[in-house]
């Protein structure tokens, strides 16, 4: 028996069923998201942290048009030469034996992610470390390199060194993940929100993986959310906190890697996520043509 084998017929279970989809809100949401008042790069610098504490939701794409509207009022959405949504790619770099994907499915309070992420609406490209502290706060370094520099640290050695020795020799790409974004910051400019939604995964064997049914919400403070009006629309939508790594998961789903157990429950809510966005939609297709759904 292939000494993988219960795990790749989980793995089967679970990514066969993200299939590629269009997303029929795209046009909904452009529209909604002109009327939000508009904020540039200046004006969200002020909560831009470095040091604080994230909090991410998971809900179906499907929802957003919702969940915009419901939040309007008490947000403007960033705008850059007259876009606001925003391409976003990342590099994930690991060590050989894949120390940051074990600290984060092992549940270790300290941990690190190495990224290379290219916003590619301007082309600006940063090498990013990203580490979480035992008391939930994340705190972020960045250093910018020449843009569409994706795949090399070489020449960052000292930077990285400073932040993650011993492990900067050794650290590789392994997967990438790109995404949409829309930004948002509260009138009060003390909170930013982040919304990613068409993710997809690609390896460096040519693997790919796209799951256009999911949205990640994701508050960025440097305080409690317990009263943002963010938090409380996503609490009335029945949308609950939950962690979340993109790279975890890709890992996982696209590069097949071991200790999966602890990322089974993500799997599960992502499934349940799926089969929403898709009932749902159907429900809109067999509305849009006029069908009553009795035979």
């Avoid at 976003?88 to 060590?95: Q, S």
């Avoid at 795949?151 to 050794?170: C, D, G, K, T, W």
Wanted: net charge positive; glycine share 6%; charged share 25%.
């Amino acid at each position: 028996m292939h000494r993988h084998g219960k795990r790749a017929f989980f793995l089967h279970e679970v990514s066969s069923l993200y299939a590629v989809s269009g997303m029929s809100e795209l046009a909904e949401i452009v529209e909604i998201l002109e009327g939000f008042v508009p904020v540039n790069l200046e004006g969200i610098a002020a909560v831009r942290y470095m040091n604080r504490v994230d909090t991410k939701y998971l809900f179906s794409s499907g929802r957003l048009p919702e969940l915009l509207r419901g939040v309007q009022q008490h947000y403007s959405a960033l705008e850059i030469e007259n876009m606001r949504e925003f391409p976003y790619k990342t590099v994930y770099f690991d060590t050989p034996d894949l120390l940051f994907y074990t600290q984060h499915i092992t549940g270790k309070l300290n941990r690190t992610k190495v990224r290379i992420r290219t916003y590619e609406s301007n082309g600006l490209t940063f090498l990013e470390v990203k580490q979480k502290s035992n008391k939930g706060r994340t705190c972020k370094s960045r250093l910018e390199k020449e843009p569409g520099d994706m795949n090399h640290i070489e020449q960052s050695r000292e930077f990285l060194n400073e932040l993650v020795s011993p492990e900067a020799a050794a650290l590789k790409p392994v997967i990438t993940t790109s995404f949409t974004r829309i930004t948002l910051v509260n009138l009060e400019r003390s909170e930013r929100i982040t919304i990613d939604y068409n993710l997809a995964w690609n390896n460096f064997r040519g693997d790919s993986l796209r799951m256009p049914f999911l949205a990640i919400a994701e508050i960025k403070s440097d305080k409690s959310t317990a009263m943002s009006p963010f938090f409380l629309m996503l609490k009335e939508m029945g949308v609950r906190r939950t962690g979340f790594s993109k790279y975890a998961v890709g890992m996982a789903l696209v590069n097949r890697t071991e200790r999966q157990n602890n990322l089974k429950p993500k799997f599960l809510l992502i499934n349940r996520i799926r089969d929403e966005y898709y009932r749902n939609d159907a429900a809109r297709h067999q509305c849009s043509h006029g069908r009553t759904g009795n035979v």
